[in-house]
C-alpha cells in the first residue's frame, strides 16, 4: 500500500526558507510514471496546488508561487522535497504531499493518496 | 487560471436524505478530444487530508460507497450523496485538471441537520 509521509520543521522564521521533505513507502517514484506533488492548506481554508515532479526532473509549479519554489526529487532515497523562499505568515498552513494518480507521465491531475499533512508556522 | 467556485458554502442535511453540492469552472473543462470532464470531488474530514472520491466528473474511485455520484458537463458539476450517513459530515472540495495550475474550489461544509 503506497504511504506518504512528510517531514520538517514545524516553524520557521520570516524571510527564510521553508523545507519539507515527502518519503515514500511502497512502491518507487522512479518507476511509477506518476508526478508527485504538494499541495498546501492555510488553517480553516481551502487547498492550494504548490507543484509537481517527475523522477526525471520534470517539474510544474504554481505561476503564483513559481518564483519562491523549488521541488526536487532524491530517488536513492525515494523521497521528494519542498523549499519555499521569502516566506511570510501568509505562507503558514498545512502542507500536504500527494501522488499524481493518473499516471503515464501526465501531470497535473487527481491526487491520491496524501500525506497526513505537516503544519508550518510562520513567525519569529 | 481555471477559477472554481462551490455552492453553497455549507449545507445541513438530515440523516438519510439526500445532499447536493454543485461546483461551477469559470471555463469548460471538457475535453473534447477525448469528451472527458477534467474534474475531481474530494472528502477531507477534520484533521485529517483530503481523500478522492471522483474523478473524470463522475468515475467513483475504488471503495467509495455508491452513495456518491458526480454528474455534469463543461462549466457544472454536482456531487450527490443519495442518503447522508454520519460519517459523510465533512468539507468537499472540487478540483479541476483541465489546465495548470489545477485549482480547488472554496469547499462545501456538509452538517447534519
Known amino acids: 500500500q503506497l504511504q506518504l509521509q512528510e517531514s520538517g520543521p514545524g516553524l520557521v522564521k520570516p524571510s527564510e526558507t521553508l523545507s519539507l521533505t515527502c518519503s515514500v513507502s511502497?512502491?518507487?517514484?522512479?518507476?511509477?510514471?506518476?508526478?508527485w506533488g504538494w499541495i498546501r492548506q492555510p488553517p480553516g481554508k481551502g487547498l492550494e496546488w504548490i507543484g509537481s515532479?517527475?523522477?526525471?526532473?520534470?517539474?510544474y509549479y504554481n505561476p503564483s508561487l513559481k518564483s519562491r519554489v523549488t521541488i526536487s526529487a532524491d530517488t536513492s532515497k525515494n523521497q521528494f522535497s519542498l523549499k519555499l523562499n521569502f516566506v511570510t505568515a501568509a505562507d503558514t498552513a498545512v502542507y500536504y504531499c500527494?501522488?499524481?494518480?493518473?499516471?503515464?507521465?501526465?501531470?497535473?491531475?487527481?491526487?491520491?493518496?496524501w500525506g497526513q499533512g505537516i503544519l508550518v508556522t510562520v513567525s519569529s | 487560471d481555471i477559477v472554481m467556485t462551490q455552492s453553497p458554502d455549507s449545507l445541513a442535511v438530515s440523516l438519510g436524505e439526500r445532499a447536493t453540492i454543485t461546483c461551477k469552472s469559470s471555463?469548460?473543462?471538457?475535453?473534447?478530444?477525448?469528451?472527458?470532464?477534467?474534474l475531481a470531488w474530494y472528502q477531507q474530514k477534520p484533521g485529517q487530508p483530503p481523500k478522492l472520491l471522483i474523478y473524470?466528473?463522475?468515475t467513483r474511485e475504488s471503495g467509495v460507497p455508491d452513495r456518491f455520484s458526480g454528474s455534469g458537463s463543461g462549466t457544472d458539476f454536482t456531487l450527490t450523496i443519495s442518503s447522508l450517513q454520519a460519517e459523510d459530515v465533512a468539507v468537499y472540495y472540487c478540483?479541476?485538471?483541465?489546465?495548470?495550475?489545477?485549482?480547488f474550489g472554496q469547499g462545501t461544509k456538509l452538517e447534519i441537520k
Open positions: 500527494a501522488r499524481d494518480k493518473r499516471g503515464g507521465g501526465d501531470c497535473c491531475n487527481w491526487f491520491d493518496p
Open positions: 511502497g512502491g518507487s517514484i522512479s518507476s511509477s510514471s506518476y508526478y
Open positions: 515532479i517527475y523522477d526525471s526532473g520534470s517539474t
Open positions: 471555463q469548460s473543462v471538457l475535453y473534447n478530444s477525448n469528451n472527458k470532464n477534467y
Open positions: 473524470w466528473a463522475s
Open positions: 478540483q479541476q485538471y483541465y489546465s495548470t495550475p489545477p485549482n
